[in-house]
């Protein structure tokens, strides 16, 4: 696997890498002060870090939910805080036509988990020449999402990384298979975990999504430990006020203790690697680690 360079920072690098903010813009003074705020708490912790939000959330589980400011406002914000804060940045396109604009502000294009499969979009994506996040889809399995990164690849763009974000369980939850994690590194490309997303209970409340923030932490740490390049977190100063996705987000005071425990458990699953530690599938069970 080799790094993917994502506006001057590194991701499968080595160190680990801390992707957040506020789901959805919902203000330029709102956006600059979340992302100064968690760049100071990335800077303590020695984490790089990306800002994240969306300018349009197109999927929202009812018409009367916030959807954002829209792309023209939404990329003056981004770019405002691109500025300010002096960072990456990381927003997500819903349609081709959104790609050549969002990329002249960000240096990370998502591809929405809903979309993974989109030809035209991940193509577009790619064209542009910025890094892409192909978010893998709730319905794929991890091996599946080859498929996607070639269609980006094949466009001549090899600055890819995938983020995993659960898979559909039943009704109304999804669950995170850890298996997928190194599964989805062999494929060759760094591999972000999207904590929060993967704590929705999408649908599950009274038109929006629910979500299970108290789980974030442990969720976190395992996929930390399973050998992930990255965490995708959504944070807020205040959750319950939140515009979108407010039971899942991480409470911004509670981020600098999760993402020291984060970056210790890091440095201790790269520490065995380096020393050429493999668990191998017939060493599970038996007690050898």
Not at 64 to 85: C, K, M, N, Q, Y
Not at 115 to 137: E, H, M, P, V
Not at 175 to 196: C, E, K, N, Q
């Amino acid at each position: 696997m080799f790094p993917v360079e994502c506006g001057g920072v590194s991701l499968g690098g080595g160190a680990l890498v801390l992707i957040a903010g506020p789901c959805v813009i919902e203000s330029e003074s709102h956006a600059v002060d979340l992302a100064l705020a968690v760049k100071e708490i990335a800077a303590r912790a020695g984490t790089p870090y990306i800002f994240k939000a969306s300018y349009d959330k197109a999927n929202r589980t009812s018409a009367r939910s916030f959807r954002g400011p829209g792309i023209a406002e939404g990329l003056r914000t981004l770019a405002r805080v691109r500025d300010a804060a002096g960072v990456p940045i990381l927003t997500d396109i819903h349609e081709p036509a959104q790609a050549a604009p969002a990329a002249e502000v960000a240096d990370v294009l998502q591809i929405p988990a809903f979309l993974s499969r989109q030809t035209d979009l991940l193509i577009a994506a790619a064209k542009t020449g910025r890094t892409i996040n192909i978010k893998k889809g709730q319905f794929l399995a991890p091996l599946d999402m080859r498929h996607a990164i070639e269609k980006v690849t094949s466009s001549g763009n090899r600055r890819v990384f995938v983020t995993e974000r659960g898979f559909s369980f039943g009704y109304n939850n999804l669950v995170v298979d850890m298996r997928a994690f190194p599964i989805l590194r062999s494929l060759g490309y760094p591999v972000v975990y999207d904590v929060t997303h993967s704590l929705q209970l999408p649908g599950g409340g009274d038109g929006v999504t629910a979500g299970q923030a108290e789980f974030i932490e442990p969720l976190a740490s395992a996929g930390v430990a399973a050998g992930v390049d990255g965490v995708f977190l959504e944070v807020h100063e205040r959750p319950e006020q939140a515009k979108s996705d407010a039971q899942n987000a991480l409470r911004l005071d509670l981020l600098p203790a999760l993402l020291d425990r984060l970056v210790r458990i890091h440095e201790v699953v790269h520490s065995k690697e380096s020393r050429g530690f493999h668990l191998q599938v017939e060493d599970v069970g038996k007690g050898r680690s």
